[in-house]
């Protein structure tokens, strides 16, 4: 589902991308995904997983942590209400080594830099829950900036509009 919603996005084509993310929402919240950490999860309660069984979680955390992102990403480039609201989920951030990355099929530092900016973008949302604009709004919208800056310089990203 992440490459088709990337794929409709590439085309320009930001609706069809939208129903694709709510129809993965819906169906992830559907089969649990969004509560794979909550106390009461079953599997929860297991004394000793098996690297398999964490492998598991992982991928299912992995999985529900790419859709907040491009949540998220709709919520600032398209003005879309949330599909995942706050509160409405539990779910760790999986670990993430490169033997994992492997077995996934996925880039960790890819990963790691969406998750950081992700995390910032939700503190940008927070501040506007109340439909109201805070009164420190500009020095706290700074401070995120700062955030995004600072994960840029952290991990060497290049903003390739800044290179044309």
């Given amino acids: 589902m992440?490459?088709?919603?990337?794929?409709?996005?590439?085309?320009?084509?930001?609706d069809l991308a939208y129903k694709m993310l709510s129809y993965a929402c819906r169906t992830g919240t559907?089969?649990?995904?969004?509560?794979?950490?909550?106390?009461?999860?079953?599997?929860?309660?297991?004394?000793?997983?098996?690297?398999?069984?964490?492998?598991?979680?992982?991928?299912?955390?992995?999985?529900?942590?790419?859709?907040?992102?491009?949540?998220?990403?709709?919520?600032?480039?398209?003005?879309?209400?949330?599909?995942?609201?706050?509160?409405?989920?539990a779910v760790k951030i999986p670990s993430v080594v490169d033997d994992m990355g492997n077995k996934m099929g996925f880039d960790p530092l890819h990963f790691i830099i969406t998750t950081k900016i992700t995390l910032v973008i939700m503190k940008f949302f927070e501040m506007f829950?109340?439909?109201d604009i805070p009164p420190d709004v500009a020095p706290r919208v700074c401070t995120?900036?700062?955030?995004?800056?600072?994960?840029?310089?952290?991990?060497?990203?290049?903003?390739?509009s800044a290179l044309e």
């Fill in 2 to 14: 992440r490459l088709q919603i990337w794929v409709a996005l590439s085309f320009s084509e930001p």
């Fill in 30 to 89: 559907a089969l649990g995904l969004f509560q794979v950490d909550h106390p009461d999860n079953v599997q929860n309660q297991v004394e000793e997983e098996t690297p398999e069984a964490a492998l598991d979680r992982d991928r299912t955390r992995m999985a529900f942590w790419f859709l907040l992102h491009y949540d998220c990403i709709f919520r600032l480039r398209y003005g879309t209400p949330p599909l995942i609201q706050p509160g409405t989920w």
């Fill in 129 to 131: 829950e109340n439909d």
């Fill in 144 to 160: 995120l900036v700062d955030e995004i800056s600072s994960i840029a310089a952290t991990w060497r990203l290049v903003c390739f």
